[in-house]
T-cell receptor
């Protein structure tokens, strides 16, 4: 186990709704990254947070937003859900300066109907 | 644009055999190349990684071979075991923020 916990594990939403996914990073880690993994695909980088600020973003629209809290935990928010948002959302924590070692949680499986 | 191309999509190997998975990249700025292992219902876990200053790295039964001029790298799993059955992803990143670009994955099945 990596020590990175995500909640909820599964979620079902309907198109147009909003969703919030949560992540608790591994103890001592100050950087959180979010990835989207569609079925049968590799994870795709959404964004990274360091010291409560966005520190890099992938090719995702603004309706994907995030937060990092002082305790380094993080949230991923997705507005106006679309069917294509159905995927496994992975959170990964790391320590700035040693960021190459990403520790992933088990993910939140989001289904949009 | 797929910056990291991975092959094969699936691989079946007998116990004790060698599993080989290949990746090719396009972005010459990439300077970090990890391999991740993912079991069903779990997130990816770092297996082994290499930087371009070396051509090979070995950790136990797992070896990365790296060819900078060809922009290719591969994972070799020696003495493959049924417990190695999982999906393997190659990835690449550049710079200090370690945004990873993943391949599409290889489903490895090791038959007993």
């Amino acid at each position: 186990e990596t020590g990175v916990t995500q909640s909820p594990t599964h979620l079902i939403k309907t198109r147009g709704q909003q969703v919030t996914l949560r992540c608790s990073s591994q103890s001592g880690h100050n950087t959180v990254s979010w990835y989207q993994q569609a079925l049968g695909q590799g994870p795709q980088f959404i964004f990274q947070y360091y010291r409560e600020e966005e520190n890099g973003r992938g090719n995702f629209p603004p309706r994907f937003s995030g937060l990092q809290f002082p305790n380094y935990s993080s949230e991923l928010n997705v507005n106006a859900l679309e069917l294509d948002d159905s995927a496994l959302y992975l959170c990964a924590s790391s320590l700035k300066g040693n960021g190459e070692k990403l520790f992933f949680g088990s993910g939140t499986q989001l289904s949009v109907l | 644009q797929q910056q990291v191309k991975q092959s094969p999509q699936s691989l079946i190997v007998q116990k004790g055999g060698i599993s080989i998975i290949n990746c090719a990249y396009e972005n010459t700025a990439f300077d970090y190349f990890p391999w991740y292992q993912q079991f069903p219902g779990k997130g990816p876990a770092l297996l082994i990684a290499i930087r371009p200053d070396v051509s090979e790295k070995k950790e136990g039964r797992f070896t990365i071979s790296f060819n900078k001029s060809a922009k290719q790298f591969s994972l070799h799993i020696m003495d493959s075991q049924p417990g190695d059955s999982a999906t393997y992803f190659c990835a690449a990143s550049s710079g200090s923020n370690y945004k990873l670009t993943f391949g599409k994955g290889t489903l490895l099945t090791v038959n007993p």
